[in-house]
Every structure is written in structure tokens, then in C-alpha cells.
């Protein structure tokens, strides 16, 4: 019985390394890119503190890779996938996610004292088929951070939903 179980924790640990190993030729994939087509990184894997979750752990934020593209600066999230059959590789990219790097860009924002500079959202997908070469695809402005901004009811915002 143990042996079996150590198979299957074997297994798991390959697959993990494996995609780990596949998101990290991504992002090398990624940057590479960003370069050619005029991108000049600041850092790549910027991970801070971010804040606490509801059971008050810890919670760690990463930006992939960051950028300036001219005079504005870009948080690049990079997506790897080796097939994109059954969902594009964009659809990673969730409002939880995209909420993440909100919080960890402004950390990274407060921290540099960055203030009168644009800056924007940005994704970089990467196929990697097993047996072709891979694709790289640019989306620049993906998402806005005022798309998460707390707003306030009004007393008229109601009718619009009666």
C-alpha cells in the first residue's frame, strides 16, 4: 500500500516540477520578447508581502515581470500553457489574479515612490506545444485598476435595477 502511495506522490512532485519548469521557460520566453519588441525590464519575480487573508496568514504577491514600454511602466503577468484545446491561456488570468497584482504593484508603487508615472496591466501568453514551436502574444492594457475600486451607492443606483 505505501508503495503505491509513493508512486503517486512521485508523480505529483514530477508534474509540479514540470510545471514549474514550463512557467519558468515562459517567463525567459516572455522577457525575451518584451526585449525585441522594445521593452526595457526593471525586475522580473518582484514577490512582497501584500497583506493577510481572512484566517490572518500572510499573503505574498508576485509580479512576473516588470517593465517600462517608453514612459510607462508595465506589470507583466505571463501565462504558460503547453495547450490551449480546451480553454485559451488568458482565461488564467482571473479577476481573483488580477486583484493580486493590483495589491502587489501599488506595494510595489509605495515602495519605489513611484507617484506621477503611467503605468498599466499588461499579459503575455506563451504556448509551448510538445512538438511545434511556441507563440507569444502580447495584450497590452488586459485590465484597469479602477475596475476594483470600492464604489458607493447612491439612492438612485437602486431604481436602475428596479
Given amino acids: 500500500m505505501s508503495e503505491n502511495l509513493s508512486i503517486i506522490y512521485d508523480d505529483s512532485r514530477a508534474a509540479a516540477n514540470s510545471t514549474t519548469a514550463l512557467g519558468e521557460r515562459g517567463e525567459r520566453l516572455a522577457a525575451e520578447y518584451l526585449t525585441k519588441i522594445g521593452f526595457r525590464t526593471v525586475i522580473t519575480n518582484f514577490k512582497v508581502p501584500v497583506g493577510r487573508n481572512s484566517k490572518g496568514v500572510s499573503v505574498t504577491g508576485e509580479i512576473d515581470i516588470v517593465a517600462l514600454d517608453g514612459d510607462t511602466l508595465c506589470f507583466i503577468e505571463v501565462k504558460t500553457r503547453r495547450s490551449d484545446e480546451f480553454t485559451p491561456v488568458i482565461t488564467a488570468v482571473d479577476l481573483k489574479k488580477q486583484r493580486q497584482i493590483i495589491r502587489t504593484a501599488k506595494v510595489y508603487r509605495r515602495m519605489f515612490g513611484i507617484r506621477d508615472i503611467d503605468f498599466r496591466y499588461d499579459v503575455v501568453t506563451v504556448l509551448m506545444p510538445k512538438y511545434a514551436e511556441p507563440t507569444v502574444e502580447l495584450i497590452k492594457g488586459f485590465w484597469i485598476e479602477s475596475k476594483f475600486r470600492?464604489?458607493?451607492?447612491?439612492?438612485?443606483?437602486?431604481?436602475d435595477f428596479v
Fill in 150 to 159: 470600492k464604489q458607493s451607492w447612491s439612492n438612485n443606483a437602486w431604481y
